[in-house]
């Protein structure tokens, strides 16, 4: 089954706590804290792999959670970080955050892309060591590692985009000029996939020609299968339009080029204005000249070519034509990724939610549960420590403003103490 969509969750490791440890060894005395660092957790990297063809891999499983870092030990000894966790993709994949739909990265090329990044790994109690601290009984926690909900999306990286109704000819057209073998049968919607085939137009030049399915009239608007894979022709640098010029559908070839190039740009407004040849097929089955004549007059100045991809007649020309085409054109499109929104600063003051409850006074945020994780509530120095951010944090000040009273309960995650001022 081809899937070219997918929304996962991903989660960079947490970071190692530090270490609590002190220095023992014979004719040592009092060697102090030597608490190392804990280790940075791993981080989620995207990199593009241009042996997968979708995303079939993240269809059923959705959540990945990169390892977290190890702890600190003695002696100084940092903890090892945690091993990235690399996710790999079909080349051409975007990557949006789900929730934003802000692009984040473009994986059309072989660099790997570091979407969410470890956490820094906690610090042990050396560091805290000073000189009217010289035993600190307390580290630091890790912290935690990056988390997005991002969207997948395969857009093929082709050069060639054939395009047209179902039946037109554009299976057959890319069998005949590639070693391609998409199924080929008399009926609508044969092609349910999109069918990528190498070209070769002489010893030195070859293109990447894709066959985009299932295009009919209000693709755009989600009917057919169209509308599924229409995205896959946003990074073609030419369109061949094929049209059933015979008409053996029983359409008219003049009102199907319409159709299809109103599909287009209501997709997306810049394929309307993408170089396109128009390409006439099945010419082995018309009956009178006069039909290429008007489809001629009704697609100028679009360059149109007149073909039998059934018989050949008429496709090597066309090949040579587009290898021209393409030498002249831009290379294909890379989707640049979308800068953040500017950094709130606000957002990096500490937000401490107070509510009472029962006669309780209920202290909570995130800040604050980290904070908890850093601290002995055995040892003197680490509660000093404790009360110091509770206070530069102001969550006495923000206590004292909703009335808190001496004697009232307030409980911080778990951690009841008797209010005194």
């Known amino acids: 089954m081809f899937i070219d969509t997918a929304v996962i969750s991903v989660r960079a490791g947490r970071g190692g706590d530090g270490s609590v440890s002190f220095r023992r060894e014979k004719y040592v005395p009092a060697g102090g804290p030597d608490g190392g660092d804990g280790g940075r957790g791993g981080h989620v990297i995207f990199r593009a792999d241009g042996k997968l063809t979708n995303l079939s891999d993240y269809r059923y499983k959705t959540k990945y959670d990169a390892p977290g870092g190890a702890r600190g030990g003695g002696k100084l000894c940092a903890g090892k970080s945690g091993e990235d966790l690399v996710l790999r993709v079909p080349l051409g994949t975007l990557v949006y955050d789900d929730e934003t739909n802000r692009l984040l990265a473009d994986l059309s090329g072989e660099e790997p892309v570091l979407l969410c990044k470890g956490g820094r790994g906690g610090w042990g109690n050396k560091r805290f060591a000073n000189a009217?601290?010289?035993?600190?009984?307390f580290a630091k926690a890790?912290?935690?590692?990056?988390?997005?909900?991002?969207?997948?999306?395969?857009?093929?990286?082709?050069?060639?985009?054939?395009v047209g109704f179902p039946n037109a000819g554009k299976s057959t057209l890319l069998s005949s000029v590639s070693a391609a073998r998409p199924k080929i049968a008399d009926y609508p919607f044969t092609t349910l996939t999109p069918h990528l085939g190498v070209v070769t137009a002489d010893a030195d030049t070859g293109f990447l020609c894709a066959d985009i399915p299932g295009l009919i009239?209000?693709?755009?608007?989600?009917a057919g299968l169209g509308h599924d894979f229409l995205r896959h022709i946003e990074r073609c640098r030419l369109l061949l339009h094929v049209v059933d010029a015979a008409g053996?559908?029983?359409?008219d070839p003049l009102a199907d080029v319409d159709a299809i190039d109103a599909e287009l740009a209501a997709h997306n407004p810049e394929l309307a204005l993408r170089e396109q040849i128009v390409v006439a097929?099945?010419?082995?089955?018309?009956?009178?000249?006069d039909v290429l004549e008007r489809l001629r007059e009704h697609v100028a100045p679009r360059e149109m070519k007149a073909i039998s991809a059934a018989t050949g007649e008429g496709v090597r020309a066309l090949v040579l034509r587009c290898a021209e085409k393409l030498a002249e054109l831009p290379p294909i499109k890379v989707f640049e990724p979308e800068a953040p929104p500017p950094e709130d600063m606000s957002a990096n003051l500490p937000v401490t939610d107070i509510r009472k409850k029962d006669g309780v006074w209920a202290v909570s945020g995130q800040w604050l549960e980290r904070l908890m994780r850093d601290?002995?509530?055995?040892?003197?120095e680490s509660l000093a420590y404790f009360e110091r951010r509770l206070t530069d944090g102001g969550v006495y000040a923000r206590l004292e403003e909703l009335g808190v009273q001496e004697g009232d309960t307030v409980e911080l995650y778990g951690l009841s103490f008797e209010y005194v001022r």
């Not at 601290?375 to 003197?380: C, G, K, S, T």
């Open 132 to 137: 009217s601290r010289q035993a600190p009984r």
């Open 142 to 162: 890790g912290a935690e590692g990056e988390a997005l909900r991002v969207r997948l999306e395969v857009k093929l990286l082709a050069d060639v985009g054939l």
């Open 217 to 222: 009239e209000g693709a755009a608007a989600g």
């Open 248 to 251: 053996t559908e029983g359409r």
């Open 281 to 289: 097929n099945k010419c082995d089955a018309l009956t009178g000249e």
């Open 375 to 380: 601290v002995n509530f055995d040892d003197l």
